[in-house]
């Protein structure tokens, strides 16, 4: 069955750091793109960005440019999102998903673009 499970989600102070690591299991990630999205209380879920298949190539919201990174290890079916410079306004319910579409500015919003999700980790920005 495949699955996605992401990890690392805790509290943080502002200008903290985390990483989140969204591990696949029951296939595997060569042949998909990663997508990571957040959802606020009381807000509709967001997509942060997504890298492709390779992990060569990734798209970022203009909130989190320069502070996130995405990175992805096919060898290891496992997706990171590295977080620097945390604000409280970060603060979410953090999914990855996978995609056999492309990463692309066009599609990457778009939940119906995805295979498989994850449950979600929290990442709380708070001093």
């Known amino acids: 069955q495949p699955q996605l499970v992401e990890s690392g989600g805790e509290t943080v102070q502002p200008g903290g750091s985390l990483r989140l690591s969204c591990a696949a299991s029951?296939?595997?990630?060569?042949?998909?793109?990663i997508g990571w999205f957040r959802q606020a209380p009381g807000k509709e879920r967001e997509g942060v960005g997504c890298?492709?298949?390779?992990?060569?190539?990734?798209i970022y919201e203009n909130s989190v440019k320069g502070r996130f990174t995405f990175s992805k290890d096919n060898a290891k079916t496992t997706g990171y999102l590295q977080m620097n410079s945390l604000k409280p306004e970060d603060t979410a319910l953090y999914y990855c998903?996978?995609?056999?579409?492309?990463?692309?500015?066009?599609?990457?919003?778009?939940?119906?673009?995805?295979?498989?999700w994850g449950q979600g980790t929290q990442v709380t920005v708070s001093s």
């Open positions: 998903a996978a995609s056999s579409f492309v990463c692309a500015v066009a599609t990457f919003n778009d939940t119906d673009n995805y295979d498989y």
């Open positions: 029951g296939f595997t990630l060569d042949d998909y793109a």
């Open positions: 890298i492709n298949s390779r992990g060569d190539y990734t």
